[in-house]
């Protein structure tokens, strides 16, 4: 039976672990600083991390609490897992930054920069780090949906050889966060069952 | 299985499927000399404003503004939709939207009056729902440069679930100066004709297009997309694979144990950068494909970027339908190391199963296989 193993959700405000508020104190106001402060605490020990645009960032952090709390093993290649991410606003936090290198009195695109203007990159970013080889896919929606999130996550069950999906909500966009991100599995006895209801109440809290 | 039941590209070299394909056929390219925005010479694959505006207007008969991708988007899926015969506005038909940057070039037009939703793909993607009056929400696929497939893939999954009975999947994207600065930063911009698989090979063209396909069950008649997967590099977000993994473990995934010989060809992505082509023959030659002719599209078309995975597939369907391995045009000197058999002339084949690969950023690797049933 699906069930959800564990789940992570980031906010303006808040950073939760498996229902649980981390104990994570800002120094700074909602924005792009609270993702490096939600990087510190955590202590990843991932530098790449800097160079990532706030939507990777976000996607990045989210997971990364899931992938730990399940102890996932990063450093073994492994194609059994997949990586389904949406959202609502693609990248355009970062098209925006891209946009400004390329205004006509001041031309010097960027390819740092450029390379995020893409919202699949954060499902590359999850895969490099934790050694994932299976589908990566990402879904761009009006708003988050349950229905359609379980919908995403079975297809990718569908992929012969997917045992578990990282599935995820990743909106970052002006400074806002909205993240949620799930480990479902397809056959556990731990956790909390797949459904739209759960789904729902996660996101919501 | 899902059976194509009409096709629809608007590219330069025409706005119909049949169109373009004639043009592949004789070896004509669509790339013409261009500018970048900085002025800087460069290769396009130049939609005409003018021509897409008319043909628009004369098959969509807007009631009201529209942008040029929408207006691509709109005229491929219409003619598209046409042809099929299908109800697009029954509730059981579904759309898919396959594109990266959209109305991206809207973020450098602050005062284009469209409204602050025009910008996003999902409006995008219900512009092209509304049009046809559907009352399903439409999907946006946005996989970088493997879009094109991941939305067949959507599609197959689609029908093959009994969500849908029929599915429109229209890919489309343009050369906005957003995306042309882009590429053109990362240095991956041949200034003349891409040549893709050649020892001289230098980089790619931009290419502008749209391109529909309806899909219906199969019925075990004409083509059908049989299967299609998706695998990651975990390597880089911008730079391939050394060893083609995604595209290995893809290719691996969606050709089970398929006997490598019945394949006719292989349309590759072929972008024409040093690193993609190298990497597809990796991967090409660790799922046993080293002996399969191999082309690239993209010296007609260049990287049609969203609309590629669509349009490309179209393109070898109609050659598969025709018995036929096209050449890969711009292609003269062996230029991968370890070989690949790059197809340099037109050729007839009896085999049934083709392949389509297409690779992105984010380390994305896409691969479909098609049959004929006749």
Not at chain 1, 58 to 64: N, P, R, V
Not at chain 2, 19 to 35: H, M
Not at chain 2, 182 to 195: N, T
Request: proline share 4%; hydrophobic share 40%; charged share 20%.
């Amino acid at each position: 039976m699906k069930k959800i193993t564990a789940y992570s959700r980031i906010t303006d405000s808040l950073v939760i672990l498996n229902g649980k508020p981390c104990e994570i104190t800002f120094s700074c106001e909602p924005g792009p600083g609270r993702l490096a402060e939600i990087y510190r605490f955590l202590e990843s020990g991932y530098p790449k991390f800097f160079k990532m645009d706030n939507l990777s960032k976000a996607g990045f952090l989210a997971s990364e609490m899931v992938l730990r709390s399940l102890h996932y093993d990063m450093e073994s290649p492994d194609e059994s897992t997949a990586v389904v991410f949406a959202n609502r606003s693609s990248s355009l936090d970062n098209d925006k930054r891209f946009q400004e290198t390329i205004s006509r009195e001041d031309y010097f695109p960027s390819p740092a920069v450029f390379v995020y203007t893409l919202p699949n990159i954060v499902t590359g970013e999850v895969a490099i780090r934790n050694k994932i080889l299976g589908e990566t896919s990402f879904f761009i929606l009006e708003s988050f949906d349950a229905e359609k999130m379980m919908i995403f996550v079975d297809w990718a069950f569908a992929s012969a050889g997917t045992r578990r999906v990282l599935c995820g909500w990743t909106e970052y966009l002006d400074g806002h966060c909205d993240v949620l991100v799930m480990m479902v599995e397809k056959e556990s006895d731990q956790g909390v069952d797949y459904n739209k209801q759960n789904i729902n109440n996660i996101y919501i809290t | 299985m899902i059976k194509p039941l009409a096709y629809n590209i608007v590219s330069s070299l025409g706005f119909s499927a049949q169109d373009n394909y004639a043009a592949v056929r004789r070896g004509q390219s669509g790339i013409v000399p261009w500018l970048d925005p900085a002025g800087t010479p460069i290769a396009l694959s130049h939609l005409d404003r003018e021509k897409l505006q008319d043909a628009f207007e004369k098959q969509c008969k807007p009631s009201q503004k529209y942008t040029e991708p929408e207006q691509a988007m709109l005229l491929s899926a219409s003619l598209a939709v046409a042809e099929a015969g299908i109800n697009p506005a029954s509730v059981r038909t579904g759309f898919v939207l396959s594109s990266t940057k959209g109305n991206i070039e809207l973020l450098g037009i602050p005062d284009h009056g469209l409204g602050t939703e025009r910008i996003h793909l999902w409006h995008t993607a219900g512009l092209l729902a509304a049009h046809f009056n559907n009352p399903n929400l439409p999907l946006t696929v946005t996989n970088a440069c493997i879009s094109g497939a991941a939305a067949q893939i959507a599609a197959l999954k689609m029908l093959e679930n009994g969500l849908y009975d029929h599915v429109v999947v229209t890919g489309v994207d343009m050369a906005s100066d957003f995306i042309v600065a882009g590429f053109q930063s990362f240095k991956s911009l041949d200034p003349e004709r891409c040549r893709p698989f050649d020892a001289r090979r230098k980089g790619l063209n931009i290419g502008e297009a749209a391109a529909t396909i309806v899909f219906g069950k199969a019925d075990g008649k004409g083509i059908s997309l049989t299967r299609g997967n998706v695998r990651n590099d975990a390597n880089h977000i911008s730079g391939p694979s050394r060893t083609g993994e995604g595209l290995f473990r893809a290719l691996s995934r969606t050709l089970e144990d398929l006997p490598r010989d019945e394949i006719a060809f292989i349309c590759a992505h072929g972008t024409a950068t040093s690193f993609n082509d190298q990497m597809e023959a990796i991967a090409f030659t660790r799922a046993g494909l080293q002996h399969t002719p191999v082309f690239s599209l993209k010296a007609h078309f260049g990287h049609t970027m969203g609309a590629a995975g669509v349009l490309e597939s179209i393109i070898s369907m109609k050659a598969l339908e025709d018995g036929i391995i096209l050449p890969s045009l711009g292609y003269e000197e062996p230029g991968i190391e370890g070989g690949l058999n790059i197809s340099t002339a037109t050729v007839h084949t009896n085999k049934r199963y083709i392949i389509k690969t297409l690779s992105g950023f984010g380390g994305c690797n896409a691969a479909l296989l098609y049959q004929t049933h006749s």
